[in-house]
């Protein structure tokens, strides 16, 4: 088979292609790079940013499309096929549950691909951090940690005070399904500084989903 057709049936168009996990029996790295060097050149294949490709579609102009950063980061960062390994914190977490307007230009995300506990990257010009999670990012663990790191920085990051971000907060529980004895398990690997604000947020009042 192709490469090309074996990409296509592997990924699919439109979607992204990370050449670290490209895999051809009986091709070595080297050849597996010349052979996507030229299907890039040949306009079949599209470079995203360093090791990133994907198979573009023409739009409705006739223009090949472009994949949305979101999906690149989540295909590189955050899940795959396989499962989830990582998951966004900061202020984009913040923003997506509510509890702060403010929309970050950076992604920050925690992820068991993470080589050291900070480092800072980019994707088309995009800032992205990358943070060691404390225990191996699950299927069954995101939410928590990812709740977690929220509830740690929750006084530096939020802009809701008193009753709404207890609200807000507390809303977030019961959607997601989460309780005190779901977090209990993972709160040594956090400051002491989390107690207090898992208190002033109505985490520790007793209220549980």
Do not use: H, W
Request: net charge negative; aromatic share 10%; glycine share 6%.
């Amino acid at each position: 088979m192709e490469l090309f057709d074996f990409l296509k049936d592997c990924y699919g168009e439109n979607e992204p292609i990370l050449l670290s996990e490209v895999q051809v029996a009986g091709m070595t790295d080297a050849n597996l790079r010349q052979q996507i060097k030229k299907l890039t050149d040949e306009g079949k294949l599209k470079r995203y940013s360093t090791g990133v490709y994907y198979i573009p579609v023409e739009d409705c102009f006739g223009f090949d499309s472009i994949i949305p950063m979101d999906i690149v980061i989540e295909r590189k960062y955050l899940r795959n096929k396989s499962g989830i390994f990582g998951y966004l914190s900061g202020l984009m977490f913040a923003n997506e549950i509510g509890v702060t307007s403010q929309v970050p230009a950076v992604y920050d995300v925690v992820t068991n691909r993470a080589t050291s506990d900070y480092r800072e990257t980019s994707l088309v010009r995009t800032k992205v951090i990358l943070r060691k999670p404390k225990v191996t990012v699950t299927e069954e663990n995101y939410r928590i940690l990812q709740f977690l790191d929220l509830l740690r920085d929750i006084d530096e990051i939020a802009e809701e005070e008193g009753e709404r971000l207890k609200k807000s907060i507390l809303l977030y529980m019961k959607s997601m399904k989460i309780s005190f004895a779901d977090m209990e398990p993972f709160l040594p690997c956090y400051p002491d500084r989390i107690y207090r604000n898992m208190y002033e947020t109505g985490v520790l009042t007793g209220v549980s989903p």
